[in-house]
């Protein structure tokens, strides 16, 4: 089974801050990679598919990047919107999701 | 615009079952892979059981092999999951979701439906 290492497990910062997450998978998994956030109560949203495709209707201040097993989600200025828990799911070999990321405000 | 609606959660004894239904609208429905996703109170999502355009193939979590039961019903647009022998570590938010390609992500996600598990 692949395994997916999501970091940080938590992260603050400010209102503008760039705030990079990392997942690293067990094996390779090419570009089959995607990217959520979820809000407290919500269902999951999509942000990023195949690595670094942003989802229609998404801010461009999200990308993400990698391929392989390192792979990382890049918001390049926070808005107040944004602090939510995110995470990675690799759809290479059935389906992993990251540990998640909890985004939290400085 | 696609919509995916659970219904069937609820409270239930260990060792008891209960069936979970999801409502698919806005898209050709028999077109699509579905699956099921859960959330344990506080904790990280889980992929559950997947199941093919067709019901010719399913794939499940080793967590719920055996116990758990994926089908289908086009003509009704409509997804399930059987789950029996359920135990306390099975209490979760169940998602139903839409699968993008071939096992690929999912794309559209349900509101979720709650399953508890607790004498």
């Known amino acids: 089974d692949i395994q997916m290492t999501q970091s940080p497990s938590s992260l603050s910062a400010s209102v503008g801050d760039r705030v990079t997450i990392t997942c690293r998978a067990s094996?390779?998994?090419?570009?089959?990679l995607g990217w959520y956030q979820q809000k407290p109560g919500k269902a999951p949203k999509r942000l990023i598919y195949?690595?670094?495709s942003l989802q229609s209707g998404v801010p461009s201040r999200f990308s993400g990047s990698g391929s392989g097993t390192e792979f990382t989600l890049t918001i390049s200025s926070l808005q107040p919107e944004d602090f939510a828990t995110y995470y990675c799911?690799?759809?290479?070999?059935?389906?992993?999701f990251g540990q998640g990321t909890k985004l939290e405000i400085k | 615009q696609v919509q995916l609606v659970e219904s069937g959660g609820g409270l239930v004894k260990p060792g008891g079952s209960l069936r979970l239904s999801c409502a698919a609208s806005?898209?050709?429905?028999?077109?699509?892979?579905m699956s099921w996703i859960r959330q344990a109170p506080g904790k990280g999502l889980e992929w559950v059981s997947y199941?093919?355009?067709?019901?010719?193939?399913?794939n499940y979590a080793d967590s719920v092999k055996g116990r758990f039961t994926i089908s289908r019903d086009n003509a009704k647009n409509s997804l399930y999951l059987q789950m029996n022998s359920l135990r306390a570590e099975d209490t979760a938010v169940y998602y139903c979701?839409?699968?993008?390609?071939?096992?690929?992500?999912?794309?559209?996600w349900g509101q979720g439906t709650l399953v508890t598990v607790s004498s």
């Open positions: 979701a839409r699968v993008e390609g071939v096992a690929g992500p999912f794309d559209y």
């Open positions: 199941i093919s355009s067709s019901s010719s193939y399913t």
């Open positions: 195949a690595a670094s």
């Open positions: 094996q390779g998994i090419r570009n089959d």
């Open positions: 806005g898209f050709t429905f028999s077109d699509y892979y």
């Open positions: 799911l690799q759809h290479n070999s059935y389906h992993t």
